[in-house]
C-alpha cells in the first residue's frame, strides 16, 4: 500500500548505487514494531535487519519528507472511502506536555509549570476525523500561542485550503488570533467550557484532537519521549498515525465503520494512492441531468436544505438509495456547497474539457 510512495532505490537511479541488502517490507516493519512496543532502538529483534539500518532508513525518509507524503495520501484514500471531500477545510490544534528520558539534551527539554512536567511538548494538527495533518515537538516550557505562529505557517504552506483553525483558549494569547487572521488568512476560533461547569465535559470539536492523542498513545514508544532529536520524535509519531491508517484502509469492508453508505470500494481505481485519473474527469454532457444541474448550481439544488444536509433532495435521494453510481455521495454533496461558498477554493478543477470531480469513484455514463 505504501510502497510506490517510498523513494526509489539508488541502484535503479541514473545515478547509481549500491542494492539494498533488506527489503522495504522489513524496513517498515521494524520502525512499526519499535513504535508499537516501544523497545530501545539497539533492542531490535533478530528477525528485523540491523538497528542501525532501520534508524538510517528512518532518518532518511522524515528528513526527504516522504512521510509526510504517505500520511497525506492515507488521510485522503480514507476520507474519500467515507464520502468526504479529499481535503477538508478546518482542523483542530492542541498540544500535550510529556515527559521525557534520560537521553533528552537539556536544550530540546523544558519544565511546563502548569502540567508539572519536566520534558517536551507536542504539537497537533487533525481534522475532524481525528486524522493528523501536522506534528511538532518543542522543549515543554515553550507556549501554545508562541509555537502555534511556526505551527499555524508550516500549515498553510503545505495546506493551503485550510480556513478555520479550531483551538482552546491558550492559543488566544499573544495576538494569535488577529496575525494568523492577517498574514496566513486563517481564521482562529477557541472553544472555551462552559461556566460554571465541574469535572470532565466533552467540547464541540475539540473531542476530535483528544481522540488523536489517545490513538497516538497507543503505542508505547509515546508514552514517554526517548529521542535525542525532536525531528525524530515527530517521525515516530508519524509512523504510528500510518499504522492506524493503513490498518484501518487494509480491514474488510463489511468491518469498516469508515464507509459512507452507498460507497462502492474500487476494485482497482483507488489501489493506486496517485492522484484521480483521466477517467474520473467527467465531460458536463456526459453527465446525467441531476449530476449536471448540482455541478452547474449546486446551491439552488440544495435550496432551503443547505443547514439540513441529512435530507437530500428527493431525485438524489432516489438516486441513492436505488444504488445508482451516478449520483455522488452525501458528502460530496456537503463538500460542492462548501465550495459554491468558498470561491472554489479547492476540490473542483474546471477546465476546457469539463469538470473533474476529486472524490467519484466511478465512470460517469454516458448518456
Not at 483551538?167 to 487572521?181: E, F, G, R, T
Not at 493506486?272 to 441531476?290: G, H, I, N, V, W
Not at 462548501?338 to 478543477?349: D, L, Y
Request: with cysteine; hydrophobic share 40%; proline share 7%.
Amino acid at each position: 500500500m505504501i510502497k510506490p510512495l517510498l523513494p526509489i532505490a539508488a541502484c535503479l537511479t541514473p545515478k547509481g548505487g549500491a542494492p539494498e541488502k533488506w527489503p522495504r517490507r522489513e524496513i517498515v516493519n521494524g520502525i512499526r514494531y519499535l513504535v508499537d512496543n516501544g523497545i530501545k532502538w539497539r533492542a531490535m529483534p533478530v528477525d528485523y535487519p540491523p538497528w542501525r539500518t532501520i534508524y538510517g532508513f528512518a532518518r532518511r525518509w522524515a528528513a526527504a519528507g516522504v512521510l509526510g507524503v504517505i500520511r497525506d495520501q492515507l488521510r485522503r484514500r480514507i476520507r474519500l472511502a467515507a464520502g468526504k471531500a479529499p481535503q477538508t477545510a478546518s482542523v483542530i490544534v492542541d498540544s500535550q506536555s510529556i515527559k521525557a528520558s534520560e537521553t533528552v539534551s537539556q536544550a530540546t527539554r523544558g519544565w511546563d509549570g502548569g502540567k508539572k512536567i519536566n520534558g517536551r511538548k507536542r504539537h497537533l494538527i487533525c481534522d475532524h476525523r481525528s486524522l493528523v495533518l501536522l506534528v511538532m515537538v518543542t522543549p515543554a516550557d515553550a507556549q501554545d500561542s508562541l509555537v502555534a505562529r511556526e505551527l499555524l505557517f508550516r500549515l498553510a504552506l503545505m495546506h493551503p485550503e485550510i480556513a478555520i483553525v479550531w483551538a482552546d483558549s491558550a492559543y488566544a494569547k499573544n495576538d494569535l488570533i488577529p496575525w494568523a487572521k492577517k498574514y496566513l488568512d486563517i481564521t482562529v476560533k477557541t472553544v472555551r467550557r462552559p461556566p460554571n461547569t465541574k469535572g470532565f465535559i466533552i467540547l464541540p470539536r475539540r473531542w476530535a484532537v483528544e481522540r488523536s492523542w489517545s490513538w497516538i498513545m497507543r503505542a508505547r514508544r509515546h508514552c514517554r519521549d526517548h529521542e535525542r532529536l525532536p525531528e525524530m520524535s515527530e517521525a515516530l509519531i508519524t509512523w504510528s498515525c500510518i499504522t492506524l491508517m493503513t490498518r484501518r484502509l487494509t480491514r474488510r469492508t463489511a468491518e469498516r465503520r469508515d464507509i459512507a453508505h452507498g460507497y462502492v470500494m474500487p476494485a482497482g481505481r483507488l489501489t493506486s494512492l496517485a492522484e484521480p485519473d483521466a477517467s474520473l474527469l467527467c465531460r458536463p454532457d456526459t453527465l446525467t441531468p441531476q449530476a449536471s444541474a448540482l455541478v452547474s448550481q449546486p446551491m439552488a439544488l440544495f435550496g432551503q436544505q443547505a443547514n439540513r444536509p441529512r435530507q437530500l433532495p428527493s431525485a438524489l435521494r432516489r438516486g441513492i438509495d436505488s444504488g445508482h453510481q451516478d449520483f455522488p455521495t452525501h458528502g460530496q454533496l456537503v463538500w460542492l456547497r462548501k465550495v459554491a461558498e468558498e470561491g472554489n477554493r479547492s476540490g473542483i478543477f474546471a477546465g476546457e474539457t469539463g469538470i473533474q470531480l476529486a472524490g467519484f469513484s466511478h465512470e460517469c455514463p454516458a448518456q
